[in-house]
């Protein structure tokens, strides 16, 4: 797996679509992304923290009950026992050691729901580093206690009033403050998205999970590895040891309220290529190529654009990328809680479904599931939009 190549595109996809002021940053950055994960003491440390800090390796556990219940062997990467509660965390402490090393004090991030800002404030106040957090007004006001607990861990988060004040909104602010603070500040972005070396440096601090998986397995096959895709970096994650291999991979988008209502979050299975946040990838969009609004219940997977790498493993027939609705969601959401004693994040409830829905046809299979993060965050939210 030699891709991206030294433009970092993925087949026709990546890329660096920057501004000219920002060009010279993502140089430096690939530079010193390569050389820091080529060395052995930054990898240690980095490992170390994992151990220590996040709690790796996550368990992989074999969901008995759900298995007998609908005929497929299922097992769950256990992403959601991780420090923070998801698999952002394994990226934000890369990003954070990378940023210490090139002698960048203070760190900025982009957030929607505010998963990715408090995975970067832990990493922040870990290893000691001023940290600013852009987060649209919108969000702001819907995920309240994200925004406290950015702050309980010492992270300012600003407030983002442009556009649609959402996830894509503060991607562009957190860029714009970037181009004019590079010099003593790195960008933690959260998913395997954005221009080169992004997507590239994103899917090395995740691809832990699917080396921890190839280990735990221990040479036992499996027929499928499924995963959600948001951005896709725990999918990325856990698939990339086992692209190309006999391992069937199966991405889950957010189908929404359905394909058909327009109002989905399904850019790989549903939309078309085109440039977004320093990237040329599949992305929903108009007649007229303007960028639409994602839908999701789950806030994780309420992005209209996916990484680059993805859109070549579309096009390249390495993984399959399908999609499933709210509704969908939320019913495997409760049945992972009854069954399992696991309470799942929708996000990764959406992987579950997709497993539910096909279980006739994976009768008898081994199908690991990457469970991405934890529901706590997203309990008061099912509550209320059940009407409990
Ligand atoms: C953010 C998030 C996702 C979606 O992001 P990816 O980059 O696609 O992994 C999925 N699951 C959880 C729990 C998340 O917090």
């Not at 003491?41 to 994992?50: G, N, P, Q």
């Not at 499928?224 to 199966?250: D, K, M, Q």
């Not at 960028?291 to 993984?319: C, I, M, R």
């Not at 199908?367 to 991405?372: C, E, F, G, H, L």
């Amino acid at each position: 797996m030699t891709l991206p190549d030294s433009g970092g595109r993925f087949g026709e996809y990546g890329g660096r679509f920057a501004p000219e002021t920002l060009m010279d940053t993502l140089t430096e950055l690939e530079k010193a992304f390569l050389e820091a994960w080529a060395d052995p003491d930054f990898k240690s440390e980095y490992h170390r923290l994992l151990a220590d800090f996040v709690g790796r390796p996550s368990p992989l556990f074999a969901a008995d009950r759900l298995s007998d219940r609908i005929g497929v062997r299922v097992l769950f990467k256990r992403e959601d026992l991780n420090h923070t509660g998801a698999h952002k965390i394994n990226n934000t402490i890369g990003q954070a050691l990378l940023a210490q090393r090139m002698g960048k004090p203070r760190i900025i991030a982009e957030t929607g729901a505010g998963q990715h800002g408090v995975a970067t404030a832990t990493a922040a106040a870990l290893l000691g580093m001023r940290c600013q957090v852009y987060m649209g007004s919108k969000d702001i006001a819907r995920q309240a206690l994200n925004v406290y607990r950015m702050e309980l861990l010492g992270t300012e988060v600003i407030p983002v009033t442009t556009g649609a004040r959402t996830l894509k909104d503060a991607v562009s602010e957190a860029m714009r403050d970037w181009v004019a603070s590079a010099g003593d500040t790195h960008y933690i972005i959260g998913s395997v998205v954005g221009p080169h070396p992004f997507p590239l440096s994103v899917r090395e601090f995740q691809k832990v999970i699917g080396e921890e998986l190839e280990e735990q397995l221990a040479g036992t096959p499996v027929d499928l590895i499924v995963a959600c895709v948001g951005g896709g970096s725990n999918a990325i994650g856990i698939f990339f040891p086992f692209i190309g291999t006999e391992v069937e991979l199966v991405g889950v988008e957010a189908g929404g309220e359905g394909i058909e209502s327009g109002r989905h979050g399904a850019s790989l299975s549903h939309g078309r290529p085109g440039v977004l946040h320093g990237a040329h990838t599949y992305l929903l969009q108009d007649e007229e190529g303007q960028v639409l609004e994602a839908h999701s219940a789950s806030a994780g997977l309420d992005y209209p654009g996916v990484g680059p790498e993805h859109a070549y493993f579309k096009d390249a027939g390495l993984v399959r990328y399908e999609s499933v609705t709210d509704v969908e969601a939320l019913e495997a959401f409760h049945l992972v809680g009854e069954l399992e004693g696991i309470i799942p994040a929708l996000e990764s409830a959406h992987a579950v479904a997709w497993v539910v829905r096909e279980a006739k046809v994976l009768a008898g299979k081994t199908v690991v599931i990457n469970m991405s993060g934890r529901g706590d965050k997203d309990v008061e939210q099912i509550r209320e939009m059940e009407g409990g």
